[in-house]
């Protein structure tokens, strides 16, 4: 009998992903193929048989035909079973989504081929994001070039063959046509035509960015902004700074963030200003710098890192100052809140206590300036968020074990008050972020040697708790850092209370923990962050090696095992990065673990 899709299962409530899935299920069985094999026929490659799991399991709710053509192919499935799924599905597929698909076939192709090139381990849940992202990129990149407007018949024409040549995917193309089109407005020189001019140029920049040619789209965007400059200064300078807001903030919600290109684009537009003529606009470039900055000493190395802060902490001053002369209070509040958090930041990197009191004075003073003005309340969270993080970084840089236990007070209470501001201004990002602060504070402070069992027990409970409020808060795919930070802290005191758990329930607590360093492992790769990994890696070898101390034999030996891997993983990874002292911790714990197996061997 032939397998019909969703056969014995509630079609009201599967999705086209579960139904595909157990129609790939009913057909590898009907064939005889394990997944190894049926991953072996489709991919060529043992490795891909995480995709067909996937599948199977209904992990991947939409699956495109892109990443799943070769499954299709290789079992002999047909266009009529397909559409039997697609009607039995419960969700509509996204409409720009299968619109892109079918007209960036070509384009989303060689995307494909590249992402998997640069990712041979990825599954098919990450190259369905990867594909859906750039298939939306290109809708919305299609729409903008559809969008712009022309009075003359050459630059449309120039303008459709750009569309096309970016359904094929032939970004040189685009960005020929495109420049040909430039060419061709020049003609003209009103402020009218000039702004066509630097639409066009803009859309260039749009098209390397989706491409990842970043050196490239900082040259067209600077070039956009600059056709402004002997026509109207102002829209030149706005343009520079809203070029530069889409860049950070897509960075922000980026796995592999380039927030060079805003910095660069802003330096160009604080270059051509006059902090006397317009202070307003000086200050913002300054602010919007710290900012930058700020984020990206986060991945940048050591001597690096310090350099962008000190720069960072100097934007920040600069926009404090001028903002105070133009009495403009939000602006300049929001400017201190700036100037607190990089000398919070450089206070953690140099473990200075010095530069941390310098920054719990700054949030000390802009609270009480939020404080006496209600219009300021939405920066009161922000404010509050930040002198938490000054104090505990400040008592990490000299710490004084008598005051630990007000230490920790005091912090928990800032957090809990930028909670209760995130609640008035509805928040979402300061809400999250103050649960992942408070979830790790909660569970260091469990672990504190003055804390009763019963009461570090409830600890790590609101610990866990604050973590899940974060993960709900902050969505996989919109948010992926922030996602991974919770799920990261959550496993660190899931494990830690299933060290304290009784036999009953510290398996569970084992597994949770498993979970949630895995999720953050997928976001943390060995590619986009390699210390962090490998320091997962041992985590998880930690859990399975105080896992073998609680089981019998048989299952002890299995934990041994994969213990040792993990660990082994970590060292591998650790020397790589030239983290010796990851190397040394890693290569004890291995030691012991043998000693452990060798002694469960004797044993029997």
Request: proline letters at 3%; a negative charge.
């Amino acid at each position: 009998m032939r397998p019909t899709c969703g056969k014995n299962a509630d079609m009201n409530e599967s999705s086209f992903g579960a139904l595909l899935g157990q129609l790939v299920y009913a057909k590898r069985k009907t064939l005889g193929l394990t997944q190894l094999q049926l991953a072996e026929d489709a991919f060529g490659t043992a490795g891909k048989t995480r995709r067909i799991s996937e599948l199977e399991s209904g992990q991947v709710a939409n699956p495109h035909a892109k990443t799943i053509d070769p499954i299709i192919v290789t079992l002999g499935i047909s266009e009529v079973e397909l559409e039997e799924c697609a009607k039995a599905a419960v969700s509509e597929p996204d409409s720009k989504l299968s619109a892109a698909y079918s007209e960036a076939s070509e384009m989303l192709d060689k995307l494909a081929e590249q992402f998997d090139n640069s990712n041979p381990d990825a599954s098919l849940a990450e190259l369905g994001e990867f594909l859906d992202a750039k298939a939306k990129e290109y809708f919305d990149l299609k729409e903008k070039i559809g969008a712009f407007e022309s009075p003359d018949r050459e630059t449309e024409a120039l303008i459709e063959s750009a569309k096309s040549a970016l359904e094929r995917g032939e970004f040189s193309s685009v960005d020929n046509l495109l420049c040909e089109a430039e060419e061709v407005q020049l003609k003209s020189k009103t402020l009218e035509q000039v702004g066509k001019q630097a639409s066009l140029r803009k859309l260039r920049g749009d098209a390397h960015f989706l491409s990842g040619n970043l050196p490239k789209c900082f040259d067209m965007y600077k070039g956009a902004a600059l056709y402004f400059e002997h026509f109207d200064v102002d829209v030149m300078l706005a343009t520079f700074q809203e070029l530069a807001r889409i860049v950070y903030e897509t960075g922000r919600r980026s796995l592999e963030p380039t927030y060079w290109v805003a910095e660069k684009l802003l330096e160009e537009a604080l270059s051509r200003s006059n902090a006397n003529q317009d202070p307003e606009t000086v200050g913002g470039i300054h602010y919007r710098l710290s900012l930058i900055l700020r984020n990206q000493h986060n991945q940048q190395v050591e001597g690096d890192r310090e350099s962008s802060l000190k720069k960072a902490t100097d934007h920040a001053r600069n926009a404090a100052v001028i903002f105070s002369r133009s009495n403009q209070n939000f602006e300049q509040a929001s400017a201190q809140i700036s100037l607190g958090n990089c000398l919070s930041d450089t206070a953690s990197l140099k473990g200075d206590a010095e530069i941390g009191s310098q920054a719990i004075v700054v949030f000390e003073e802009v609270k009480k300036t939020i404080s006496a003005d209600s219009a300021l309340d939405p920066l009161m969270g922000h404010a509050c968020g930040g002198l938490a993080a000054a104090i505990m970084r400040t008592f990490a840089a000299n710490p004084i074990p008598s005051q630990e236990k007000e230490t920790h007070k005091k912090a928990v209470a800032e957090y809990e008050e930028a909670l209760a501001a995130a609640v008035r201004n509805s928040d979402h990002e300061i809400w999250g972020t103050s649960q992942i602060n408070l979830g790790r504070l909660y569970s260091e402070i469990a672990m504190l040697d003055d804390i009763e069992h019963h009461e570090a027990q409830f600890l790590r409970t609101r610990s866990i708790s604050s973590f899940l409020a974060a993960i709900e808060t902050y969505p996989e795919v919109q948010f992926p850092q922030p996602f991974a930070e919770a799920h990261f802290g959550m496993a660190e005191t899931l494990f830690d209370h299933g060290l304290h758990a009784e036999d009953s329930l510290f398996e569970l607590y084992f597994m949770r923990a498993i979970h949630s360093f895995t999720q953050a492992a997928e976001i943390f790769t060995e590619q986009t962050d390699p210390q962090r990994w490998a320091h997962i890696q041992c985590r998880l070898g930690s859990v399975f090696g105080n896992h073998a101390r609680r089981a019998n034999s048989d299952v002890a030996k299995h934990d041994l095992e994969q213990a040792i891997s993990y660990f082994e993983e970590g060292v591998r990874v650790f020397g790589l990065c030239g983290y010796t002292e990851g190397v040394k911790s890693s290569e004890k714990n291995i030691g012991l673990l043998k000693d452990e197996q060798e002694r469960l061997n004797c044993g029997q």
